[in-house]
């Protein structure tokens, strides 16, 4: 019998491995676990996390981007890289990928990606921009209603 270590053993391998601050060989877990399934998003989310916390945001940005060329309009990859973006300091990067990505769908990736747009214009000073953007929010009736009341009330 020959045994095949499967995509959620790599992201737990990762993970033990960024305990034992083995962090090339955690990063390396976690490009094994995307290699073996391209949809496995607690793997591009635990690498971006080890890329930020070692302040490697350029590899986190380059990994992501390369990623996108595959899967050009996956949200959760998208989100991603505009938190990067914040992490390093470029708002207006994260604000331009946010803007061009998000669409009038109520999936809850859409509305964090409003969230996180909104926040970024309430952060510049542009309140308005951002109320704007919750009520957009709000219109699509999104699942969790009360949190984007919540926050459409302080950005007023």
Do not use: H
Not at 2 to 7: G, L
Not at 42 to 55: D, F, G, P, S
């Amino acid at each position: 019998i020959e045994v095949k270590p499967t995509d959620t053993a790599y992201v737990y391998l990762g993970a033990l491995m960024e305990k034992a601050n083995d962090i090339e060989g955690s990063i390396a877990s976690f490009k094994e676990a995307i290699a073996l399934n391209k949809g496995n998003l607690k793997a591009y989310q635990n690498l971006c996390t080890v890329y930020v916390k070692q302040k490697r945001f350029d590899e986190a940005i380059d990994f992501l981007m390369s990623s996108l060329e595959e899967q050009k309009k996956n949200k959760f990859l998208l989100n991603a890289l505009a938190g990067i973006y914040v992490e390093k300091g470029g708002k207006e990067e994260a604000i331009k990928v946010l803007e061009s990505n998000i669409s009038k769908d109520n999936s809850p990736i859409n509305i964090n990606m409003m969230v996180n747009l909104a926040s970024l214009y309430s952060e510049k000073g542009n309140r308005a921009k951002a109320r704007d953007i919750m009520e957009n929010a709000l219109s699509l009736k999104p699942s969790n209603l009360e949190f984007i009341k919540k926050k459409l009330e302080e950005f007023s």
